[in-house]
């Protein structure tokens, strides 16, 4: 299976944000249709609950949330893995409800904040493997220093893959791979294979093009498992 | 002879000139007798206004006020918050009005989500209690087979009263 047929697929799925409110559209509403995700607005009345947004596959209502729990779409949280504190609770329900959900027109930044959430998950579990796929090192350059961080305060076994365009450090635990970097080369990609707990696996995969994203990420061990076999082939 | 004569009267406005006339037809029938045939203009007791008002809203109050059923139905929060959505939608489903108790919920409560657990417990409460509890109460007309619920026409003040306890709860958050 290959990383567009998998965004592909899950595009099929039925997915769908329900939002109740008041007369006045609210801001994510308008984020999430840029962002390619199918809303439905459900009219309450304002001297009702504050508006709310509920999160369907198919006809099963997954999760229902307040609409500040999702905020964190309009301005992701960007943290070092292990640090915290700024970070809302609700980003993380929000990784969890919004799986799976494919996500277009993008900003890097966006992706960046579910990146961090895959890396801080892997910190703290603190084993297993992570791969990551950056298009090129130099894209690497940025992150270097997180993952020097990820390496020295766990036993995680780490993979970057990227088209050589600019040295890395040399930082333990970390492998680059370059020769077959070039097959990830449109894609940004991490997974994380959860170590002994399988539970904790996840996972992000984004297409890109003319700097924009189109991908999800996922906490399914089996989608996880499907991408991280795709870094072990190009390994073989 | 003089007496000092208290009548009583129980009525909405204040006495016209016929009824007057009758009362004292009335008192002249037991020997009592005014001072020019006339009753004395100063009614005592007579508050104008307030006792007009008590007396028409008197007429108007659903005789469900007087009933415990009634009183049980509105004894629980979801179940005001269901017929306050219903107040506004009209009609509803056994769905739909998960969803807004559910919502209700995580907008009110400290935790920023429900999960499918939280979610079917919501509709076990409502299908089983909530629902059959409001329509015995006669507040909601529903079909269990259809899962369609709607509001029959509700007197005034009962409505009125469904509002204002549902407002007093955002009260309750910004004390």
Redesign the interface.
Known sequence: MTFASLIDDLREEEHQIVIYRGDDPLEIETWLAEHGVAVECHWITSDGPDPFIEIKTGSEVIGTIRVDAVEGLLEPPIDRPGDRDGVSEGYGVLFELLEKTVFSGMARRDFLAVSREIEDRAYRVGEGTLWASFQTLSTFKSQAEVYRILCTETSLNVHIYGVDDWSPPLIPGVTYHTESATRFEPYWILAYDGGSDRSQACGLVAQEENDEYTGFWTNDPQTVETISNRFWKTDR | VTWNVCVWLQSGSKPSGRRREELLILLQSVNIYFTNNRLPLVMNGYREGSDQRDHASKEELPSRFAEDQFYQAMASTPRR?IL??LL?VRESTVE?LT??L???E???AET?????E??SAIKVRLVHNHLPTLADAELIDYEPDSGVVQVPPLNTEVKHLI?QS??AESNDEAE
């Open positions: 918050r306050h959505h506004t739909e969803s807004v559910s919502g209700w995580v907008t009110t920023t989500m429900h999960t499918p939280d979610r509002r549902v407002a």
